[in-house]
């Protein structure tokens, strides 16, 4: 499989293109615009993936669902990522990066358990617990606010693979060429305006006002359009 890709060779290399991430995902929505109408779903990886997944949802009138994946930070470097792993168990790491670390497979186990333990709060905080969608015959679009090593989304890949849809994309407003390279092989489509070369990549580079989203702008993003439910006791 290689997939197409599907850029803008205006923004090719430059940065500092999108004002804030809503601005990015209305901009990304026109990359896909031609599944607007179709048997789609957007399908957003929190929790910067969020005010994408929701621009992007609203502009082409599709549901919205989130797929709860994190990365397995460095010992020492929480910033930093060796791999990811997918609420369902997918483990992907970054093989240069592990050898490089030194690190065993018992080492890897055992910083992935309380990555395992954040997976299942967020999915009861984000989500609520709901049963996964049914993916099965349609398009999944997943969607991040940008890919540096990839290794997060592909355990999204993974794991949405598995549930048989019938096209998968992958759109984000921002990606390192290599790690669109990467995916390529994996995916059938990548919907990607700002793709940037070179030897160091940052997502937040793309962005004029960057910052990380707590988790509780998060919840208010989601509470605010609907996809989960106020805090009982709330006036």
């Not at 990304?28 to 109408?37: K, Q, S």
């Not at 789609?40 to 549901?63: F, K, N, R, T, Y």
């Not at 470097?77 to 240069?96: K, M, Q, R, T, Y």
């Amino acid at each position: 499989m290689t997939a197409k890709i599907i850029e803008d060779p205006d923004l090719r290399d430059r940065w500092g293109v999108f004002g804030d991430r809503r601005e990015a995902g209305e901009h990304l929505a026109r990359f896909v615009e031609r599944w607007r109408g179709e048997d789609a779903m957007v399908l957003a990886i929190p929790s910067g993936g969020v005010p994408i997944g929701l621009a992007v949802s609203e502009d082409l009138d599709l549901p919205l669902d989130l797929l709860i994946i994190r990365k397995i930070p460095i010992p020492g470097n929480p910033e930093a990522g060796f791999g990811a792993i997918s609420l369902e168990g997918d483990l992907v790491l970054n093989p240069p990066l592990v050898r490089m670390l030194g690190l065993s497979a018992e080492e890897i186990e055992e910083l992935s358990k309380p990555v395992r333990e954040e997976l299942e709060e967020r999915n009861r905080l984000f989500r609520e617990g709901r049963p996964e969608p049914v993916l099965r015959g349609k398009i999944a679009i997943l969607v991040d606010d940008g890919l540096a090593s990839g290794y997060t989304m592909m355990a999204a890949v993974r794991m949405v693979r598995r549930r048989e849809p019938s096209r998968i994309v992958v759109a984000v407003p921002t990606a390192s060429l290599g790690t669109v390279r990467l995916l390529a092989e994996e995916v059938d489509e990548i919907a990607c305006p700002n793709i940037r070369s070179g030897a160091s990549f940052a997502v937040a580079d793309a962005y004029r006002n960057w910052y990380d989203l707590s988790r509780e702008e998060v919840l208010k993003l989601l509470r605010d359009h609907d996809l989960l439910e106020e805090p009982r006791g709330r006036l």
